[in-house]
């Protein structure tokens, strides 16, 4: 059956449930045969965000960022200012894939942070292994399944492009009750399905109503998750630096590490994401422990949300001043 001949069907159940399920459901739908509108709400939010200038910033930081991982000098390129001053440079580091193995949550529990844990949903028992994280004071986020543009397997209950909107938030929500006390969700995988704007702006909309985040882990040059954020008022970041896409040498891993702290004092703040390998935990508990020393500070993922606010205050009262 095509996505015309789900219409019916989609419409029922988006009647039978209440609140976001409904929105998000009949944004997906709608964007079968036109584009999605965002509520009204969510347009104000877009645009008095757009209006402020932080989409600006944040695009002026892209740049920054991508320069830096190229290796260029950056001696003459004027950074954003309200990214660095006045904030002392901060460094998130987010461990996908964990649940899986229960020996190499123990080490990264025991590392010295903060870190971020982020667990596959289908992950046996992983409700209790993110509960003791979360006991020992570790934040914990939600490697979300989401289809690949390649052939690998994301795993059971994965989102993906094809799906009809009530098959879609049905498996949103199959891995969202998985655990619980969670902060945010990141893709697993995810090459094809963040680069798909109407499923992107249906799963950012039923996380914001969800009070949650969104951290693109960037598995794509085409991904759209931070444009479809701004259409629906989500909240969304993005990873800078992968340490270890692959299971890379100490040698690969220390570089990229040297990245991560160019990326932090060029623009106050980087995001890394990185996998429970051997290797990577090797080297990342003494950089863990040496970094604070060396002018940074460690800080969770949630901490990005209050980064991007010191971001917005100063423009905001510029955007004010000029109405005066």
Not at 16 to 29: E, N, S, T
Not at 54 to 71: H, P, Q, S
Not at 183 to 196: C, I, Q, Y
Not at 254 to 277: D, M, Q, S, W
């Amino acid at each position: 059956m095509g996505r015309a001949g789900n219409a019916g069907m989609i419409a029922t159940f988006a009647i039978a449930l209440a609140g976001v399920v409904i929105g998000a459901v009949a944004a997906y739908v709608s964007e079968y045969g036109a584009a999605a509108r965002a509520s009204k709400t969510a347009a104000m939010t877009a645009a008095l965000r757009e209006n402020a200038g932080t989409a600006r910033l944040w695009r002026e930081r892209d740049v920054i960022v991508e320069r830096v991982l190229a290796g260029e000098n950056l001696e003459r390129l004027p950074p954003p200012a309200p990214l660095i001053a006045p904030m002392r440079p901060k460094i998130i580091i987010i461990f996908d894939d964990m649940g899986l193995d229960r020996r190499a949550l123990e080490r990264i529990s025991r590392l010295p942070g903060p870190v971020t844990l982020s667990f596959l949903p289908y992950a046996r028992n992983v409700d209790k292994r993110a509960e003791a994280a979360r006991a020992r004071g570790v934040e914990t986020m939600l490697h979300l399944p989401m289809e690949p543009a390649g052939d690998e397997d994301p795993g059971p209950h994965a989102l993906r492009s094809d799906m009809t909107g009530a098959r879609f938030i049905k498996e949103l929500e199959w891995n969202l009750g998985r655990m619980t006390g969670f902060v945010g969700v990141n893709n697993h995988m995810g090459s094809k399905l963040t680069a798909d704007e109407a499923a992107m702006k249906t799963l950012l909309a039923y996380l914001k109503q969800e009070g949650l985040f969104f951290v693109d882990s960037v598995t794509t040059g085409d991904s759209v998750a931070r444009q479809a954020g701004a259409m629906v008022g989500a909240t969304v970041f993005s990873r800078d630096v992968f340490l270890d896409a692959e299971a890379e040498t100490a040698a690969e891993i220390k570089n990229r590490l040297r990245l991560v702290e160019r990326i932090a004092r060029e623009t106050g703040f980087a995001v890394a994401i990185c996998h429970p390998y051997e290797e990577t935990l090797d080297i990342i508990g003494p950089w863990l422990t040496s970094a604070p020393y060396r002018g940074f500070d460690l800080v969770a993922a949630s901490a990005l949300i209050d980064i991007e606010r010191r971001l917005s205050k100063p423009l905001m009262a510029d955007a004010q001043a000029a109405k005066l």
